[in-house]
């Protein structure tokens, strides 16, 4: 398989994001943007990568902070990629007010993200399902090649994702886990925006919210 995965812990949120690499094509994505993301870029310019989109799960702040200062660090445009259910949240500076935190504006996207998309890397098919719950523009990535999906808050390793927040909705959450996690294949790797990966068969089996 030539399709690879870095991950990084990042920001004061302890946000995942992820580097995921075509060894062949040696073009790379970003999946979301905490603070810090920067060293993203250090990691891919050392193994020879070249970074060609940025692709958001969702506009909370905590997934979105290091976008301006990872398109510094490529010195050269990208397309930013984001449903447009989630550019309000966006232009709000990701909610982080209601924190009572103060967040930099970031630069509006680029790109619009939509149900079933397909976002090619090299010769790899990225899928993008529309997840809405945690946020109304919420998705997931899936790579039916490397069997892994790119959860964001949707799911997490025994947990979802919270729905008390504007643009929340319980049902709204449970339904695209239903409909676009647990339909996929049991050996499927969950690769959330926090916590500890997993897979589609140990959430199916152990999540508490599922019993």
Known sequence: MTLLIKSFTLGPFQTNCYLLADSVSEKAVVID???GAAQMVD????????????????????HINGVSELIKALNRPVPVHLHPADLALWRQRGGSSIFGLFSEQQ?????????????????????IFHTPG?????????SPEAATAFTGDLIFHQGVGRTDLPGGDFAELMKSINDCIF??????????????????????????FFD
């Open 43 to 62: 990691e891919a310019n050392s193994q020879g990568f070249s970074i060609t989109d940025i692709l958001i799960t969702h506009a909370h702040f905590d």
């Open 33 to 35: 943007a905490p603070s």
């Open 107 to 127: 630069p509006d996207p680029t790109a619009e993200l939509a149900n079933n998309q397909i976002i090619m890397l090299g010769d790899h098919k990225i899928s």
């Open 183 to 208: 339909t996929l294949p049991l050996s499927t790797r969950l690769l959330s925006g926090h916590g500890a990966e997993t897979t589609v068969e140990n959430e199916k089996l152990g999540n508490p």
């Open 134 to 142: 945690h946020t109304p523009g919420h998705v997931i990535l899936y």
